[in-house]
């Protein structure tokens, strides 16, 4: 099991713009692709965006592609997520994940076998 923790968010105007970070702990980082998941109240939790464990390998979901960016260092043991361009819509809890794999085979949460405990997101329209 690898140990999650989020933090990052907060209150921001739409078109604003939050880095959420994900630092990791217990077993090596740098064995596990990695990924941003959200929930936004009513609603399922839904993929944002994915990386492979070296980095050179990202995906996202069509809702934040060109807005979000997801990266990593694994000397730091911890993932990013940049948010930009905010918009009421992106409001939600958003959680860190460790995949299965060093590879991002699936998208689904079920790919995915560390969650940290979230952190909340709020844009203000």
Not at 26 to 36: E, K
């Amino acid at each position: 099991q690898v140990q999650l923790v989020e933090s990052g968010g907060g209150l921001v105007q739409a078109g604003g713009s939050l880095r959420l970070s994900c630092a990791a702990s217990g077993r090596t980082f740098s064995n596990y692709a990695m990924g941003w998941f959200r929930q936004a109240p009513g609603k399922e939790r839904e993929f944002v965006a994915a990386i492979s464990w070296s980095g050179s390998s990202t995906s996202y979901a069509d809702s934040v592609k060109g807005r979000f960016t997801i990266s990593r260092v694994n000397a730091k043991n911890t993932v990013y997520l940049q948010m930009n361009s905010l918009k009421p819509e992106d409001t939600a809890v958003y959680y860190c994940a460790a995949h299965r794999a060093p590879v991002v085979y699936t998208t689904a949460p079920s790919g995915f076998g560390s969650w940290g405990q979230g952190t909340q997101v709020t844009v203000s329209s």
